[in-house]
């Protein structure tokens, strides 16, 4: 390159500045060019790499999702309260029915045959869905059985169809209906919870959507040589497991039920059962009811509104409002006035506090003045209860000694307790309604709402702290009424309530569990001792128990009544409407559970008077009885308890007239004998009956009963040997549950069997009984 | 090393043509060709086979064409690197002309196919005359900057006969159309007269001139404007934008290069070649090298390249006589410019034509045509005389 090129040959050769450009040309395309070439690569498939991978493998693969199956819901005892099984949905592919020229009215005749009314499919919406051909996704039915979805699938198969197809479903089912409907809750139609548990453990429950994911050409068909797929296994949801008894639940839901009948209650009702050491729920429930298996379907009297209705607006907001209605969990959603039941509250503080005891007394004139109040606070008792012990003043739920004791507590240590005990909350709520939650593991929780500090402590205006005093003025909601309680007569400790014990996989590996929590301990275990005796004196005090109503024979049970007059409606100058409640405890000594019932509005129309003593306790008393021995505690009776403690029938049938007698006099039975012969016929009324003890059983010896029927007889308000006596002429017996305590002044407020009724001999009728002597009527 | 092959001194003294003195082939020039040759056949087969398939013919169809369009080019460039440059010479301007008389046939018998007239039907292969007149101008332009000598520096010698010759096959292209290829020509014909001793001035001129035009194209012709706004923002036009269609090839390549990483998914596991990336196995090829062989394998067949043009040029350096020195100028920058351009397409550096890869894309006159110029860069390098004296 340095030679020089001279003469001709430099015209043959290439001279100097040729080479000069080749070389120029040489570093710009062979190495510059290359180099930013290097630098653009390493941009695109280095640096933008991640971005552009997932372009290409966004189109590159097909993804096909598959319905995880949800966990299932236990009670505490492993009974399946909820549900899932496999179910499938049914998806037209319009636009595939065009591609492949498919006979969409051949297809849609064939799902609609299939099908048909029970899945509520009709050949006409099928075919305009079939007809719309720009979709591929019209779904036709949802939660399809398996055997119907086999039947298109052979339809699909015979006839080479690509146009309607199948995709994994799911339905819920929950096996005892409307059990516990308001705790556990319901999924809407694509699964996903929508109220109590479902909703709240939604996620856990749900599990996880599994995907198959293929390698496709831009046709969507697979790849050549390239075999890709992946598959994601759809995760059943994990279960859940209750801290509610289905038997538990069961009685509450019994017993209230029945209430909300005699008592004929209009607005609803609530119970809630809690194990007071942990905090757990053991039931909970809240009329009117709704069948979860078909949630959106309402009561009978409110589908007769709703058909009743003119327009069609006029029907679906009925509806609705219904809907709401029963899918509200009055339990924890609504707040109220506790009344009487908050006495517990601010005899609890007030003992912790040591400014009463057993031996402080009280007098009670029948109202007392206020600071800042005009009026003065009445008892419910106008002629007042006169001087009493504390003790006294718990038992008569007096008013005035109640609004004594607030005020020896103080409104500053009365305000502290309040939030000690999850009334109020002031620490995330200083400037609001210092609402407070217990924060159960429970959709749509309410809280309370309180007064506010300054309006509380005002010393010159102390009517806030007389009417908190005996549970007015403020509202709280059943569970946070029932949590406090516990706390009351636990040992002084406020749980943390809570409705699911654990969450486990598909191994009954535990993933989460709920241990017992406590929140704060807000009174002593001495303290708590001296409030369980107390209480124990309101039911099992024959005459000055104001809940003796709640006594169940051979059982200690502590408790409170409770009836608040609806302050709203009483400003409306509509009649007088009360919530009345009862909440009771057992045993009282060791409490296993606390039982909370409140009776939204009784009817002013049955004759019984409105009150917590006359409606709350026995409900809650009839709960108990059936609860406390399938909890497994052992009863112990006094001797009145034995003596009127109702006995079963031995089966005598065949033995001879000696030995049917001696077995009915082993247990307490006496014996009329009707015929000539030496051995027993029949018998009324047969073996393994319950009557009242003492009652005469009707043995025939050869002789055949009267077919002659009797006409049951009226027995409100008789007691209960009346009742028996009476019965017994006629040849009918008698049974209760109600414990009989004190056999002259309890009597009969409703009979199995309506009077007037044409019976047959040996027809036993039960009875329910409640102490109704004139001087226990009161709002109490 | 074998003993036809020799090296050359830097600093070999410069002895007057010879023709009749041959050495042996350049060896590494050689090796390069073959080695980009063999890779090219893999990477058409693995980037083909999806096509062939979906389209009903076997997967290896377009590899076996292609393996018999390589095969018959091998022959062809071994035949070429015997010719002595002398008889290249003495044939140029015929070679030209036929080539401009074939160029002319096409827009009156051509063959049409995706809206262009391209291609003569020869029975046994579509004959593509614009990849002829590639080599016809190289061929030409070395021969008139030879007779033109000293002259080149002036207008009327040095610029103007070339100026027509070109605007009468950017005609003719214009007629087709083949705009890449009058690109291409436009190029390689500014490089060599840049090289053949063109004032610079004329040139810078040329390439102002040229910008102006591309500017004003792109303020005035809607085509143009789209594939400029396609460029800039590939991923921009959703479905239904009209822009849509035109950015999907250079989408659907950046996907395919982008998947690659530094090792790629492996030699035929791309998956942008199903049906995805249009033209996978001609213009877009190298994109599925990128998806499949990663960073890693598209900077070795990048660095085959650099090496195969550095030595393209470094064998022109060596050559004694101007017109080999000009043709194998010509034959190196024909490489580097498709080579260069194709990359940058492809990975969307500059705005998409259609230019393909050299050895690689499937197509049987260019892989001919671009062995035959192989062939004549050997036949040069056999005039490289030899260093005396071990």
Same mark, same amino acid.
């Given at each position: ?125 099928? !075919? ?105 296994? %759809? %995760? ?12 538990? =639940?069961?009685?509450?839901?019994? /017993?209230?039920?029945? %209430? ?135 038992? /008569? ?26 009334? !109020? ?38 009517? =806030? !702290? ?28 406020? +749980? ?215 006409? +049951? ?13 009476? !019965?017994? %002429? ?30 047959? /001999? ?19 | ?200 001035? *004329? ?19 809607? *085509? ?23 950015? *999907? ?142």
């Amino acid at each position: 390159m340095t030679q020089k090129p001279t003469g001709r040959a430099s015209a043959r050769t290439p001279n100097r500045m040729m080479l000069r450009r080749t070389l120029f040309l040489l570093v710009v395309c062979g190495i510059v060019a290359f180099l930013v070439l290097g630098g653009r690569l390493y941009h695109v498939m280095i640096v933008k790499h991640d971005e552009y991978e997932q372009g290409a493998i966004s189109q590159q693969l097909r993804k096909k999702e598959v319905a995880a199956l949800r966990g299932t819901i236990y009670d505490c005892n492993g009974k399946i309260l909820a549900k899932s099984a496999t179910r499938e949905t049914v998806i037209l592919s319009p636009a595939d029915i065009v591609k492949y020229d498919e006979d969409a009215a051949l297809i849609a005749r064939t799902v609609t045959d299939i099908l048909g009314e029970k899945y509520g499919v009709d050949y006409e919406t099928v !075919l305009a869905k079939a007809e719309n051909h720009q979709s591929f996704y019209e779904i036709v039915a949802r939660q399809v059985d398996p055997e119907d979805a086999d039947r298109i699938r052979e339809f699909k198969e015979e006839n080479n169809i690509v146009g309607v197809w199948m995709a994994t479903d799911s339905k819920r089912y929950y096996p005892y209906g409307s059990l516990a409907a308001h705790i556990i809750g319901f999924v809407g139609m694509d699964n996903t919870g929508l109220a109590g548990i479902e909703s709240r453990y939604d996620d856990a429950l749900s599990g996880k959507t599994g995907r198959i994911v293929r390698a496709a050409d831009e046709k969507g068909t697979g790849m050549l040589l390239v075999r890709y797929e992946d598959y994601i296994d %759809a %995760a059943v949801g994990y279960d859940v497991t209750l801290t509610t008894d289905a038997t538990i =639940q069961y009685y509450l839901e019994k /017993h209230l039920q029945q %209430a909300v009948q005699d008592y004929d209650v209009q607005n609803g009702a609530a119970a809630i059962a809690m194990n007071p050491n942990t905090g757990a729920i053991l039931g909970m429930v809240s009329l009117g009811n709704f069948d979860l298996n078909d949630y959106q379907a309402v009561s009978d009297a409110a589908q007769q509104k709703i058909d009743a209705a003119e327009d069609e607006t006029e029907k679906a907001e009925l509806r609705a409002a219904a809907q709401q209605r029963q899918w509200r969990n009055k339990a924890i959603s609504d707040t109220y006035e506790p009344g009487s039941t908050f006495k517990i509250i601010t005899l609890s503080m007030a003992l912790e506090e040591g400014v009463v005891d057993e031996n402080s007394s009280f007098y009670c004139g029948g109202s007392t003045a206020v600071r800042g109040r005009t009026d003065p606070v009445k008892c419910w008792k106008t002629a007042g209860h006169g001087a009493q012990s504390l003790t006294q003043a718990v038992q /008569h739920s007096c008013n005035v000694a109640f609004v004594q004791i607030g005020q020896l507590v103080g409104a500053e240590t009365f305000y502290k307790y309040a939030e000690a005990f999850g009334f !109020l909350n002031l620490t995330t709520n200083r400037d609001s309604t210092l609402t407070a939650r217990t924060g159960i593991d429970l959709a749509g929780e309410s809280g309370s709402i309180w007064w506010s500090q300054n309006t509380f402590y005002d010393s010159e205006n102390l009517s =806030q !702290l007389a009417s908190a005093s005996f549970g007015q003025t403020f509202t709280i909601t059943p569970l946070q009424l029932i949590t406090a309680v516990s706390a009351c007569v636990n040992g002084g400790y406020l +749980m943390q309530p809570y409705v699911v014990r654990e969450v486990t996989d598909a191994n009954g590996k535990v993933i989460s569990a709920n241990e017992p929590t406590v929140v704060r301990q807000v009174i002593s275990e001495e303290t708590s001792a001296r409030v369980r005796a107390i209480l124990e004196q309101v039911v099992g005090d024959p005459v000055d128990g104001t809940g003796k109503n709640a006594y169940v024979a051979g059982y200690r049970i502590g408790g409170k009544t409770g009836t608040s007059e609806k302050v709203a409606q009483d400003a409306a100058g509509g009649p007088k409407e009360y919530i009345v409640s009862f909440i009771g405890f057992a045993p009282a000594d060791d409490p296993k559970i606390v039982i909370l019932v409140l009776l939204d509005t009784p009817s002013n129309e049955t004759g019984i008077y409105i009150s917590g003593g006359q409606m709350g306790a026995p409900t809650v008393g009839k709960m108990f009885a059936d609860i406390l021995p399938y909890m497994g505690v052992d009863p112990e009776y006094s001797e009145t308890e034995k003596a009127y403690m109702d006995k079963t029938v031995p089966n005598v049938t065949g033995l001879t007239l000696e030995q049917a007698q001696a077995a009915l006099q082993d247990v307490g039975l006496s014996a009329r004998i009707i015929g000539e012969g030496d051995t027993v016929t029949q018998q009324l009324p047969g073996g393994a009956a319950v009557v009242a003890n003492g009652s005469t059983i009707l043995l025939y010896a050869g002789a055949e009963p009267s077919a002659e029927q009797e006409t +049951m007889p009226d027995l409100t308000a008789l007691t209960y040997q009346d009742a028996r006596d009476r !019965l017994a %002429a006629m040849g009918l017996y008698l049974t209760t549950q109600s414990s009989i305590t004190s056999p002259n002044t309890q009597s009969i407020t409703d009979q199995s069997i309506p009077a007037g009724t044409p019976v047959d /001999h040996g027809t036993v009728v039960r009875v329910s009984l409640v102490t109704s002597d004139a001087g226990m009527l009161g709002r109490y | 090393m074998n003993e036809n092959i020799r090296r050359i001194p830097r600093r070999a003294a410069r002895p007057e043509p010879a023709e009749t003195v041959r050495g042996g082939m350049d060896f590494p020039l050689l090796a390069l060709t073959l080695m980009l040759l063999l890779f090219g056949l893999v990477m058409v087969f693995s980037a083909s086979f999806p096509s062939a398939y979906y389209e009903g013919h076997s997967p290896a169809y377009y590899f076996i064409r292609q393996a018999g369009f390589a095969a018959f080019g091998a022959f062809l460039m071994i035949v070429c690197s015997r010719i002595p440059m002398a008889t290249y010479r003495r044939y140029t301007v015929l070679i030209f002309l036929l080539s401009m008389a074939a160029l002319a046939l096409v827009p009156i018998i051509g063959t049409e196919a995706n809206g262009a007239r391209r291609w003569i039907d020869l029975k046994v292969f579509q004959f593509q005359p614009s990849e002829a007149v590639k080599l016809a101008v190289i061929l030409m332009f070395a021969n008139m900057i030879c007779n033109t000598r000293a002259q080149m520096k002036t207008f009327k010698y040095g610029v103007l006969p070339y100026a027509a010759i070109l605007i009468a096959i950017i005609g003719l292209l214009a007629l087709e159309p083949h705009l890449s290829c009058a690109i291409i020509i436009c190029a390689l014909a500014a490089v060599m007269l840049f090289v053949g001793g063109m004032r610079w001035q *004329y040139l810078v001129g040329a390439v102002g001139a040229g910008a102006a035009l591309i500017y004003v194209a792109s303020k005035t012709m809607s *085509y143009v404007q789209e594939r400029i706004a396609v460029w800039r923002d590939p991923f921009g036009p959703a479905i239904g934008d009209p822009l849509y269609d035109k950015a *999907y090839q250079i989408k659907q390549s950046l996907w395919a290069v982008g998947s690659g990483g530094f090792t790629g998914l492996g030699l035929g596991e791309g998956r942008q070649k199903f049906l995805y990336l249009p033209e996978e196995h001609n213009d877009y090829i190298f994109a599925i090298l990128c998806e499949e062989l990663g960073l890693i394998g598209a900077l070795a067949v990048l660095a085959l390249f650099a090496l195969l043009i550095c030595r393209g040029y470094w064998i022109a350096l060596h050559t004694p006589d101007r017109y080999s020195f000009l043709v194998a100028v010509g034959v190196t920058t024909l490489l580097a410019v498709q080579v260069l351009l194709n990359v940058a397409v492809v990975t969307n550096f500059i705005p998409c034509t259609g230019i393909s890869l050299p050895f690689f894309s499937y197509g049987g006159t260019a892989l001919v045509l671009q062995l035959a110029e192989m062939g004549i860069l050997l036949s040069i390098s056999r005039e490289i005389p030899a260093r005396r004296s071990t």
